[in-house]
C-alpha cells in the first residue's frame, strides 16, 4: 500500500514555480511515502508512488499557474479605494496619497502602493513658484507635487510612509521649536537642506515645495540618481541631487555644510552605525539641526546609532511623529549642538 502525503497549504504558497522549487516539494512529499515491507519488492508499487509524485506535481505546477495569473490580474485592476472616476489628475498608473490616507482600518502598509507608477500628493500649504520672469514680488500657485517610483531599482525607488511622516512632522515642528523654514523670512540667504538615503526624494521635495525659501540637496546610491533626476524637477532651480557615502571622506561638491540634514528610515538596515553618525557630522555646522524618522526593525540598531551620536553631539531627543500619516512606532531623532573635536589631543569642546 502507497501512502503519499498531501503538502500543507503554506508550503504551496511558498513553492515556486523553477525546477529547484519542485525538486524540493517532491522531495518533502517523498520522504514521508511509505511502503509496506511485503510490496517493497513489487514494481507495481514503485510504480504507483512514482505516478503519486508525478499526479501532485501537476497540481504543484496548475496551483502556481493559478497563482501567477491572480498576481497579474491584480497589477491590471485599479488600487485605488475611493478614488473619483472625474478626476483628470487620477488613472490606474497614479495614486492619490490622500485616498491612501483615508483609510477606515488605520492599516498602513509600506509596500500597498508599489505597483503605482505615480503618487499625487496634492498642493501643499504654502507652495508657491516666484514669478522669476519679472522684478514682481507676487508668486503663483504650483501644481501638485506628483513623484514618481521605481520598483525595478529595488525599495529605494518607493515612497515609505516614514519619509512622508518625516517631511509632514518636520514642517509642523519648526512652527513651535525653529524659524529655519519661515515663509517669507527678510534674509535673503536660503536654508540648506541635505537628505541621506532619499529614495525618491518624497521627504526633501515636501519640504521644499512647502518652504519656498529653501533649496535641498537630495543624495542616495547611483542607481537611484535617475529616478531622483526626474523628481528633483519637481523644484526647478532648488533641487539637486548626488551620491554620499556614509562614512567615507566627503567630495568637493559635499564639503559645505547644510542648515537642515534628513534622513527617513536610514536607520533601519544600516550596519556601519558610526559611519552615517560620522557623515552626519561632517555634513553639519555649529547650528545644524538633524532630522531623523526611524523605525526599530532590528533589535538594539537604534540604540547603538544614538551611542555614535552622542559621541559627536550634545543633544539627541527622540520625538512622537506628527503626521496625518499613523503608521506606528515611527519617532522623530531631533539631533543638534555638533561637539568641536580637536585631532590633536582628542579633547571635545562644545560650540554653543
Not at 232 to 257: F, I, M
Not at 331 to 346: A, E, W, Y
Request: negative net charge.
Amino acid at each position: 500500500m502507497v501512502i503519499v502525503p498531501s503538502i500543507s497549504a503554506h508550503q504551496l504558497v511558498n513553492i515556486g514555480g523553477d525546477k529547484d522549487h519542485f525538486e524540493e516539494a517532491f522531495a518533502i512529499a517523498a520522504e514521508e511515502i511509505s511502503i509496506p515491507d511485503d510490496e517493497s519488492d513489487g514494481d507495481d508499487s514503485s510504480y504507483d508512488a512514482c505516478d503519486e509524485l508525478f499526479k501532485q506535481g501537476e497540481y504543484l505546477r496548475m496551483l502556481r499557474q493559478l497563482e501567477r495569473e491572480d498576481e497579474a490580474q491584480r497589477e491590471k485592476e485599479p488600487q485605488q479605494q475611493g478614488q473619483q472616476d472625474d478626476d483628470d489628475n487620477n488613472s490606474n498608473n497614479a495614486l492619490q496619497y490622500k485616498n491612501y490616507l483615508q483609510n477606515k482600518e488605520q492599516l498602513y502598509d509600506d509596500y500597498k502602493h508599489v505597483n503605482y507608477q505615480y503618487i499625487d500628493f496634492g498642493v501643499l500649504d504654502g507652495d508657491s513658484e516666484s514669478d522669476t520672469d519679472s522684478s514682481s514680488t507676487l508668486s503663483v500657485k504650483a501644481g501638485p507635487l506628483i513623484i514618481e517610483q521605481d520598483r525595478t531599482v529595488g525599495k529605494g525607488g518607493f515612497v515609505w510612509d516614514a519619509g512622508f511622516i518625516l517631511a509632514e512632522s518636520v514642517l509642523r515642528m519648526e512652527q513651535n521649536e525653529t524659524r529655519w523654514l519661515s515663509n517669507g523670512s527678510s534674509s535673503s540667504q536660503n536654508t540648506k537642506i541635505i537628505e541621506l538615503g532619499a529614495g525618491t526624494g518624497i521627504t526633501s521635495l515636501m519640504i521644499a515645495r512647502a518652504r519656498p525659501q529653501t533649496t535641498v540637496h537630495l543624495t542616495d546610491l547611483p542607481i537611484l540618481q535617475p529616478l531622483l533626476t526626474k523628481n528633483c524637477q519637481t523644484c526647478p532651480g532648488r533641487a539637486t541631487c548626488g551620491v554620499v557615502e556614509w562614512g567615507k571622506p566627503l567630495g568637493d561638491n559635499d564639503s559645505e555644510a547644510y542648515d537642515i540634514v534628513l534622513g527617513a528610515d536610514v536607520v533601519a538596515g544600516i550596519y556601519d552605525a558610526s559611519g552615517l553618525a560620522k557623515t552626519i557630522y561632517d555634513l553639519s555646522h555649529s547650528k545644524t539641526v538633524v532630522y531623523l524618522a526611524c523605525r526599530e526593525r532590528l533589535a538594539g540598531v537604534i540604540d547603538r546609532f544614538e551611542s555614535c551620536l552622542h559621541q559627536l553631539f550634545t543633544t539627541i531627543e527622540r520625538k512622537e511623529a506628527d503626521s496625518s500619516n499613523k503608521s506606528p512606532n515611527v519617532f522623530i531623532l531631533r539631533v543638534t549642538g555638533k561637539k568641536i573635536i580637536s585631532d590633536r589631543d582628542d579633547k571635545i569642546t562644545v560650540i554653543s
